[in-house]
Every structure is written in structure tokens, then in C-alpha cells.
């Protein structure tokens, strides 16, 4: 099993439960907003909630040009917001952008 971060509990039910103290920051829905955007919102297109997230195209792309791919469309969707966007077209950019960093990360962490 992987080892949970700092605030994380598990059980049997629920095997990574974020604590009330890491729920009630503010970054929280932030963060739960971009998994919800990757499931059903412009990444619903890709497989979205119907497709597991590991079997996605984007993870093809991951494997055969590494990070920088993920890192790349992550930079890509914040310039974007930053230059072309206002309210939430410019959340939903921004909300892409994390989505593309996790995969970053995903790939780091060997899960890709």
C-alpha cells in the first residue's frame, strides 16, 4: 500500500480519507474542482468519469514523451488563462492546469 501523506487517514471503507483539518483548507475544493473538471467537465471528451484515469489518452502521451508533456500542457492552459481569460473561463483553464500537473506528478511517482 502507498504510504498516505500527512492528514490522510485509512480505513477499510475508505482508503485515503482526507482529516477535517486538510478538508477545511481553502486550497480543498479547489483541488476536488479539478478532479470533478478531469471527470465531467473538458476532460469528460478524453474518457472522463467512464474511463479509469490511468487508461486515458493523455497517459500515452506521458509514456512516450515523459513529464515534460504533462508540464508542457500544464504551462500551455495558465498562459492561456492568464492572457485570453476572465472569471470562470479563466477557473476552468487554471483548474486544467492543476489537472495536467497531477498527471506530472503521477508520472514521477511511477504510476504511469
Excluded at 80 to 90: I, M, N, P, V
Amino acid at each position: 500500500m502507498t504510504e498516505m501523506p500527512p492528514g490522510y487517514t485509512v480505513t477499510a471503507e475508505h482508503p485515503s480519507v482526507p482529516s477535517l483539518a486538510v478538508m477545511d483548507h481553502p486550497l480543498f475544493p479547489v483541488f476536488v474542482a479539478a478532479i470533478e473538471q478531469a471527470m465531467y467537465g473538458k476532460g469528460e471528451r478524453h474518457g472522463g468519469a467512464t474511463t479509469p484515469f490511468l487508461e486515458q489518452p493523455w497517459v500515452h502521451y506521458v509514456a512516450m514523451h515523459g513529464r515534460g508533456f504533462a508540464t508542457g500542457q500544464a504551462a500551455k492552459k495558465l498562459e492561456e488563462a492568464a492572457s485570453t481569460r476572465e472569471g470562470k473561463a479563466f477557473e476552468q483553464e487554471v483548474l486544467g492546469a492543476i489537472v495536467y500537473a497531477g498527471m506530472a506528478i503521477l508520472k514521477e511517482q511511477g504510476h504511469v
